[in-house]
């Protein structure tokens, strides 16, 4: 929603933004963000569209403002219109720049920051799962453990067995550092469903 706010200004005065990084405080719980303001248009797609979610098979896919009239679920239940909820338009690219926040643990470990932490969490693993969000074939939003985990009919899978899974099916997938119980993942759901259903299975 900030992103998007950001990309719909500089838009209106003839320019356009990229993120350098996002980052989601719990407390607040508040989101700040830095972006590089740019000349001109941006080329290529746009990042600023909307996301919908189908509350019957629990995917989320991204619209942008031209395919508004199209906006529908692949799953069989196609006839419960009531089943989508659409959210925007709001920014739906990238959060961070990969080098840029590489450069900023570089920069950490140089100076004695890395190992500073705040809830728990130290600055390099923080800035670690920041790199790892910033893969470009992530889509926007996270899944939540439970929301697999139920619709599987399984306990939770641990996260890090999930993620490495997914990796292994040719998946992206990482940590968020936003969802702590959460997947980013290009993965579709109904095959999430599957892969926590098989580490179930298998143990
Ligand atoms: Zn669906």
């Not at 189908?54 to 006839?79: N, P, V």
């Not at 809830?119 to 929301?147: A, C, F, H």
């Not at 997938?173 to 095959?191: D, E, F, L």
């Amino acid at each position: 929603m900030l992103l998007g706010g950001a990309a719909r200004e500089a838009a209106m005065l003839g320019f356009h933004i990229e993120p350098v990084f996002s980052y989601y405080a719990y407390h607040g719980p508040i989101f700040r963000a830095m972006v590089r303001l740019c000349h001109g248009k941006e080329d290529g797609i746009s990042n600023y569209g909307f996301i919908c979610h189908c509350k019957s098979c629990g995917q989320s896919q991204t619209f942008g403002f031209a395919e508004l009239g199209q906006i529908s679920c692949g799953c069989a239940d196609r006839t419960d219109a009531t089943s989508i909820t659409v959210v925007g338009p709001l920014w739906t690219g990238p959060l961070h720049d990969r080098s840029s926040i590489t450069e900023m643990l570089n920069l950490a470990v140089e100076w004695g920051w890395a190992h500073t932490s705040e809830n728990g969490v130290t600055l390099e693993k923080l800035l670690g799962t920041m790199i790892e969000e910033s893969d470009p074939r992530l889509p926007p939003g996270y899944i939540r453990l439970d929301e697999i985990a139920s619709r599987a009919k399984v306990n939770s899978p641990p996260l890090g067995t999930l993620i490495h899974s997914l990796q292994k099916e040719g998946y992206a997938a990482c940590r968020s550092h936003i969802g702590a119980n959460a997947v980013k993942t290009n993965c579709p759901i109904s095959s999430c469903i599957v892969v926590a259903r098989e580490i179930r299975n298998l143990r």
